[in-house]
């Protein structure tokens, strides 16, 4: 953290600080891919199991893809 100060001093002090440091870098998640074999194998899994923890996994999973997605498009712009 780098600060600036200014200030004054008569018979009172005053000192202002802001902090000059720029924020820090957003880190994008990765974004994974799987082949289609593979991904149909999660389909047919998902329609086997569909109210199965490995199938809420697989759709938050899905959630943080599209996230992923999203901050790699607006870092570009």
């Known amino acids: 953290m780098t600060l600036t100060c200014t200030g004054w001093v008569f018979i009172v002090a005053q000192l202002t600080c802001v902090d ?3 924020p820090p870098a957003a880190v994008c998640p990765p974004v994974r891919t799987w082949s289609r074999e593979f991904q149909r194998q999660v389909a047919a899994e998902l329609k086997a199991a569909p109210q ?4 809420q996994v697989a759709i938050e999973a899905i959630g943080d893809r599209d996230i992923a997605r999203a901050c790699a498009r607006a870092k570009r712009k």
């Not at 199965?52 to 199938?55: E, G, K, M, P, T």
């Open 52 to 55: 199965s923890a490995l199938a």
């Open 20 to 22: 000059a440091s720029p």
